[in-house]
């Protein structure tokens, strides 16, 4: 686990995703990856330069909460990506590995309300969806969930009827702005671009940060205009990543990457008009 101050934080993977660049990206190919192997590869991309993606969940645990970052895709769900759909993994065993129950949760985060950051807010149980956690309140940044709720996305639609919705039918659920204080060394950073209430978590006094989608892949730091073809507002999302980065780089930020496999927590230095990484 990474130490920020009194906060203890440790990643809880549900698997490895390796997919063409050109999937994701709209503007990032296999050249991209391989222009940048230097820094990319062995870790963040494979030896046939397809992008390697972790889906995890992030713990952290205070003097006072233990606090679960995003719940990946989740199990027995009907989803249109063929590696996620109907999904068994022992995603809970390696919690409780973690040394957390799912009644030990006193607060989920989801940092923006995609597939791959709800699903295990919910799990399957005598052919209802209720809450995993059921001792915990769950935090959603108000815009988003404002935004997605009244949208007729096709893809999202049964994302929030079996991982979202259930939450609030539960009362489990808050909605939050940014800037919201999770406790006293973990608050909520408004991040828009990749959705329109996309939110990452900052620890400490800048100490460390959790990404949430805001950068998908270590290569977006190298080249920060990089962006995915699932963001709502491209422009946004870029210079979202380009102030934000500046300042971690600056204040020498530990960043905690969403969808980063190991090494997971990067520092930022100066390189070219983007940055270099160095594990922490």
């Known amino acids: 686990p990474w130490q920020f101050g009194d906060v203890s934080i440790a990643k809880v993977e549900e698997q490895i995703w390796t997919i063409s660049p050109r999937w994701l990206f709209a503007n990032a190919d296999y050249d991209t990856m391989r222009e ?3 820094i ?3 870790h963040y991309v494979t030896e046939a330069f397809k992008l390697k993606l972790s889906i995890h969940s992030f713990v ?3 003097a006072r909460h233990t606090i679960l970052v995003d719940t990946c895709v989740g199990n027995h769900k009907e989803r249109n990506i063929a590696d996620w759909h ?3 993994t022992p995603y809970l065993d390696r919690l409780a590995a973690a040394g957390v129950k799912p009644e030990d949760v006193d607060y989920v985060f989801c940092t923006h309300l995609h597939v791959d950051h709800v699903g295990w807010n919910t799990r399957l149980e005598d052919g209802r969806w209720v809450p995993t956690f059921p001792n915990a309140r769950y ?3 108000r815009a988003e969930f404002e935004h997605w709720s009244s949208s007729d996305d096709e893809f999202q639609a049964p994302v929030m009827a079996d991982s979202v919705n259930p939450i609030i039918e539960a009362r489990l659920a808050d909605l939050v702005d940014d800037g919201h204080q999770i406790d006293d060394e973990v608050c909520v950073l408004g991040t828009p671009g990749h959705t329109p209430g996309h939110c990452s978590v900052m620890l400490g006094e800048r100490a460390g940060v959790i990404t ?3 950068v998908h892949h270590p290569v977006q730091f190298i080249d920060p205009t990089i962006w995915s073809k699932a963001d709502s ?4 999302a870029i210079a979202t990543r380009e102030a934000h980065f500046a300042r971690w780089c600056e204040d020498r930020t530990v960043v905690l990457g969403t ?3 190991d090494p997971t927590a990067l520092r930022l230095s100066p390189y070219g008009s983007g940055y270099r990484l160095s594990a922490v």
Do not use: C, I, S, V
């Open 259 to 261: 969808h980063f496999a």
């Open 139 to 141: 935090l959603y940044n």
């Open 36 to 38: 940048h192997a230097g």
């Open 212 to 214: 949430g989608d805001m």
């Open 233 to 236: 507002d491209a422009k946004q």
């Open 86 to 88: 109907q999904m068994d």
């Open 40 to 42: 990319l590869a062995p």
């Open 60 to 62: 952290l645990r205070t």
